[in-house]
């Protein structure tokens, strides 16, 4: 049984809003642990609260009650500032509509969150060109996101996201703005980096994209419906 620390650990988390004057209970009462190096899809319908649990732990968004435990730091509690600097620290965002600035260099895209970080040029530069090597775009660095097919926008996307060291890499339906051929690619990349020791949360409603993943989590009305683990 693994005994280390988790690296995220959600305890009774619930998330109410408040639509006009009637609450709506989005998380009920959610409890979740996932370890270093795990490779978990959650899945869900419309509704079912996926994405409001996304929130939460991309640190985009606080629980109404319970605890949020990110590398045994409790995030639940912090301020806007605080968090701001947690996830640029710890999370790399992966999402569908790839963010990228359409002006910049493969190169400029990816070093950006370095540049918030307050790192150096010429670490940033030695940073961003390993990971573009790693997701296969080192000939196109100095190409800008219009040049590229959709396939490798993502894969700059992901590199931007792996830039920081991230201790999580949280991607939200990744392949959803791509045909099928390049979704296969891309998760062939994902299964690559979970292989190298990364710790993947994918957001996804679909069962093909899932099935990559060596863990499911199904949510329904707010609470965990399932929890399987695949061999």
Do not use: W
């Not at 419309?46 to 939460?56: A, E």
Request: proline share 3%; with cysteine; net charge neutral.
């Amino acid at each position: 049984m693994d005994t280390a620390p988790a690296v995220l650990e959600l305890t009774e988390v619930t998330k109410t809003y408040v639509m006009g004057d009637q609450p709506v209970h989005a998380l009920r009462g959610v409890s979740l642990s996932i370890q270093r190096n795990e490779y978990v899809a959650i899945m869900g319908p419309s509704g079912s609260g996926k994405s409001t649990l996304m929130n939460i732990i991309g640190c985009l968004d606080t629980p109404s009650a319970g605890r949020y435990l990110l590398e045994g730091e409790d995030v639940s509690r912090m301020s806007d500032r605080k968090l701001a600097e947690v996830r640029n620290r710890r999370i790399g965002f992966v999402f569908q509509t790839f963010n990228l600035l359409a002006r910049s260099t493969v190169q400029s895209n990816v070093e950006l969150p370095l540049v918030y970080a307050g790192v150096s040029r010429s670490e940033r530069r030695r940073r961003a060109s390993e990971v573009i090597a790693k997701v296969g775009l080192a000939e196109r660095s100095r190409h800008r996101p219009n040049e590229l097919s959709g396939g490798q926008r993502q894969r700059v996307a992901i590199a931007r996201a792996l830039v920081g060291e991230p201790s999580i890499l949280l991607a939200d339906e990744p392949t959803g703005n791509l045909d099928t051929t390049t979704g296969e690619e891309i998760m062939a990349l994902f299964e690559a980096l979970h292989a190298a020791g990364q710790t993947i949360v994918l957001v996804t409603h679909e069962d093909d994209i899932a099935a990559h993943a060596r863990r499911i989590v199904r949510l329904r009305d707010g609470v965990i419906e399932r929890d399987e683990r695949r061999a």
